[in-house]
């Protein structure tokens, strides 16, 4: 789709909705159904916002990836909204070969290059290729209009800022897309994302991390060693034991990370992870990095640990510091707001389930609505990439069912934080 068509496209999204909202309130003023009326209009609605994020590409479709997300941790009729747009996970549509053969030919001589696509992402789009010394390689090509497209299809995603919050009141819609606007420069820059590739891959290296090795990088050619696997939506479907695994490693994968490398893994979608043959667990697109990241996760596992010991007044004391709630906010409020799960840190081993997660939605997985009746409360946005990758991560998680040893690894996390010295980072800050 060019970037007229699609800025036409998009700039009509609020136009059409307007149109079937008042074409509901005219049915209901002559007997119809009111509820009925104004359900199947504003379905109506999300069915033609997934079909043109999905044709839109660029930040549009990942915006609408990133929505995607929270559709299982959101009240019953505001999920069944988003659900639609799990399908951009899948039904992103690839560019001809012909649109993305120039930017290859950066390639070295003898690279042989699969003309259909085998994935196609928001900023680009995945070539399986035979590298030149004849090993099996994933070719991520960017779409040569990337850049220009970033800049048309933030000015129409901010026009339909109102439409969404309306139709999505539990989620803070307008913070998630200034966060999602202040990194897709970094996410159109492949030779960062292949630093960041080297670095997480050094570290987590013999592990039970499997990330691939980077062979070539350009600002927008990034070519790595294939790695095959179950996909993360399909891991809900294996054996018990293997699911447990890939949630355990998970897990470990999004806590420690910020500790051991100094970043997060900061696009938490099901198309980035998978668990290898060798019950490894295989991470993909390092595109969006959080950095100087640790302190929401930190606070996260403080805050189960203080509550395990009683002491609300600690998690008001670390909540206050790290700026995330008012000072008059009493510590039976925020108590009452955070409903913690002191499970995570007693039992021997925890079920993630989606029922559990369910009960985070109004407090850790969106803290802005949760508290935005408490007095003064700020989140600050250097927290905001850290705080969906850790909650991404969580939902994936508690996607397929996995259960395991968490208290241990929220241990680790506050030994390995206080031997980086990121203990002391929200208080500092």
């Known amino acids: ?82 659900k639609g747009m799990s399908r951009l996970y899948e039904d992103a549509q690839a560019q001809p070969y012909e649109k993305v053969e120039k930017v290859l030919a950066v390639l070295p001589d003898g690279v042989e290059v699969e003309r259909v696509a085998i994935a196609a992402a928001s900023l680009g789009q995945v070539h399986r290729a035979v590298w030149i010394d004849g090993s099996p390689v994933a070719i991520k090509v960017q779409y040569p209009d990337a850049a220009r497209a970033v800049k048309s299809d933030m000015l129409q995603l901010r026009a339909m800022l109102p439409l969404a919050k309306r139709m999505l009141p539990s989620l803070d819609v307008g913070a998630l897309l200034e966060e999602h606007a202040s990194r897709l420069a970094e996410e159109l820059d492949y030779t960062r994302e292949a630093g960041w590739m080297r670095t997480f891959r050094a570290e987590w290296l013999g592990e039970d991390i499997t990330i691939p090795e980077v062979l070539f990088a350009t600002p927008k050619v990034l070519v790595t060693r294939w790695m095959d ?66 302190a929401f996760t930190w606070v996260f596992a403080e805050t189960i640990r203080l509550a395990a010991q009683g002491d609300e007044d600690g998690i008001l004391r670390i909540w206050q510091r790290a700026g995330l709630v ?39 997985t969106d803290p802005v609505a949760a508290l935005e009746d408490a007095t003064a409360l700020s989140f600050p946005p250097s927290y905001l990439l850290e705080h969906r990758a850790l909650m991404g991560a969580l939902t994936l998680v508690c996607s397929v069912g996995s259960k395991f040893r968490a208290g241990d690894l929220l241990r680790e996390t506050l030994a390995t934080y206080a031997e980086e010295g990121l203990a002391q980072r929200p208080y500092d800050e």
């Open 326 to 364: 008012g000072a008059s906010t009493t510590a039976e409020r925020l108590m009452s707001l955070l409903d913690v799960d002191t499970r995570l840190w007693t039992e021997p081993e925890f079920d993630f389930t989606i029922e559990w997660l369910g009960r985070l939605a109004g407090s850790w």
């Open 229 to 294: 696997g179950t996909p993360w939506l399909q891991v809900a479907d294996l054996p018990e034991e293997r699911r447990n695994r890939a949630g355990e490693l998970l897990s470990r994968f999004m806590f420690l990370s910020p500790a051991r490398v100094g970043a997060t893994h900061a696009d938490p979608h099901p198309g980035n992870y998978r668990l290898l043959e060798d019950d490894t667990l295989g991470v993909l697109d390092f595109g969006s990095v959080a950095v100087k990241s640790g």
């Open 1 to 82: 789709m060019g970037l007229i068509r699609r800025a036409v496209s998009l700039a009509a999204i609020p136009v059409t909705t307007g149109a079937r909202m008042a074409g509901a309130a005219a049915s209901s003023a002559l007997g119809a159904d009111k509820d009925s009326a104004y359900a199947k209009a504003t379905l109506a609605s999300a069915e033609a916002i997934t079909a043109t994020l999905a044709k839109a590409r660029g930040p549009v479709m990942k915006f609408g990836q990133t929505l995607a997300l929270f559709s299982q941790i959101l009240p019953p009729e505001q999920a069944a909204l988003l």
